[in-house]
């Protein structure tokens, strides 16, 4: 009542068609609430409706889109009736048709006083007039002055808009995550903080917290050291594709996260939850898993790690990739298929009935794993050429028969 009341002096301001549309809307419960509540001056009277609501008012466009006039639509091409030219945005605003604010409505003026535009109750379809105007003032991606004072507009913005920006202000990024919440903008977020990390910024372990809120497209941006800040919920609602793009150092920080996020889960269930994460698995779990028989992807064990996958025995990968072992034939010229060939003696291979090829000639001695260390580099280890020519000099010996 007390919105109805705000709103009504305003109301008769305005022509009645036009006063009459946010009433209805507003009666009708079809108003954004956080716009609403702006109708209302106190301020924080409904500060919880602006905290996060999860409200889904994407429902609303069409209803919206159907009660306006198509007509009048589609008439933003008219000019401005001169006493309608908005020279400041307050309340009146909110009682013009969008062909109006299309024509009245100075971007710059918008863009210079974006937080009145956030107080006022305006429509879906006023703002999108908004947007237009400001997409059509800044074509090259809005300026990090106006990005920081967004406030609740950044709703209005996609993925694409965001990524033309320049964010290098962490306190922008908390203010939006704020007016993100439970608002399915996980695309949007993930914008952000990509825009934000790429001008060189550094998350806070309170926005790390923060970014828990939202589905963890974001993951792969993130450092090491701010992966390892990362809580287990979030590795928990990770799904493969997000860590599509992850590398092996992030890998090292996530693996033992998910280790631990997953390990009340048992068996198969275990490893459906961890298999995108063992790309920063030890050879100690991977002979774990290799002993549950739990018949690995070949596409799963390209992306072990080599140093991880060296050390099992021909026995240990059998078991471990299982009905799959066939598909090492097609993983042999790749890490880590060919890394680990070249470690198995030829004849062992040639026991798998599989016709791998690369591995230690017949008569030739394996020494301990332990040769690794003391072989300077590891490139040497990358293919069977480099290890072969090495060897025989330094460590391996020819066996007589
Ligand atoms: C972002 O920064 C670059 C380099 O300073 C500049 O060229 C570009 O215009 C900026 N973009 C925006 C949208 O401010
Ligand atoms: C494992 O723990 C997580 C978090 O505590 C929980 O959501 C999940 O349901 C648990 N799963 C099982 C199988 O107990
Ligand atoms: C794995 O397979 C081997 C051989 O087929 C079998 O002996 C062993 O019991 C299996 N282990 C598990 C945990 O199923």
Request: proline share 8%; aromatic share 8%; hydrophobic share 40%.
């Amino acid at each position: 009542m007390a919105l109805q009341a705000a709103l009504a002096p305003l109301g008769s301001r305005g022509t009645p068609t036009l006063g009459s549309l946010p009433l209805l809307l507003l009666s009708l419960g079809w108003m954004l609430p956080s716009r609403v509540q702006a109708a209302d001056s106190r301020p924080g009277v409904m500060t919880p409706w602006l905290r996060g609501t999860p409200w889904d008012l994407s429902w609303q466009r069409p209803e919206l889109a159907a009660i306006l006039p198509r007509g009048r639509r589609d008439t933003e091409k008219k000019g401005c009736p001169p006493e309608r030219r908005a020279r400041v945005v307050d309340e009146n605003l909110v009682f013009y048709e969008p062909w109006e604010l299309a024509a009245c409505v100075d971007g710059a003026l918008l863009a210079a006083h974006m937080d009145r535009v956030n107080t006022l109750p305006f429509t879906y379809q006023q703002l999108e007039v908004f947007k237009r105007k400001l997409d059509q003032l800044y074509p090259q991606g809005y300026p990090e002055s106006l990005v920081q004072h967004l406030g609740y507009f950044f709703r209005e913005l996609t993925p694409k808009d965001i990524h033309k920006w320049n964010v290098t202000s962490l306190e922008t990024v908390k203010s939006l995550l704020k007016v993100s919440r439970g608002q399915e903008m996980d695309a949007q977020v993930a914008a952000l903080i990509a825009r934000y990390l790429a001008g060189g910024g550094e998350l806070d372990k309170a926005t790390v917290d923060a970014l828990a809120a939202f589905h963890p497209t974001y993951l792969c941006l993130l450092s090491p050291e701010q992966l390892g800040a990362v809580q287990l919920s979030v590795v928990r609602a990770a799904r493969p594709p997000d860590l599509d793009a992850c590398g092996p150092v992030q890998m090292d920080v996530l693996y033992p996260k998910a280790r631990v996020a997953f390990q009340n889960m048992s068996g198969s269930e275990y490893f459906e939850k961890i298999k995108p994460y063992l790309g920063g698995a030890p050879t100690e779990d991977l002979r774990a898993l290799s002993r549950q028989n739990v018949s690995m992807d070949l596409a799963t064990f390209r992306t072990l790690r080599p140093e991880a996958v060296l050390p099992l025995t021909i026995a240990e990968v059998q078991n471990l990739l299982g009905p799959n072992l066939a598909g090492l034939k097609a993983a042999q010229e790749s890490s880590p298929g060919r890394d680990w060939i070249s470690r198995q003696r030829q004849d062992d291979l040639d026991s798998l009935g599989l016709g791998l090829q690369g591995g230690i000639p017949n008569g030739y001695l394996v020494v301990d794993p332990s040769f690794r260390e003391a072989l300077s580099g590891g490139a040497r280890l990358l293919g069977p050429g480099p290890v072969l020519t090495a060897v025989p000099t330094v460590l391996w010996t020819l066996v007589p028969n």
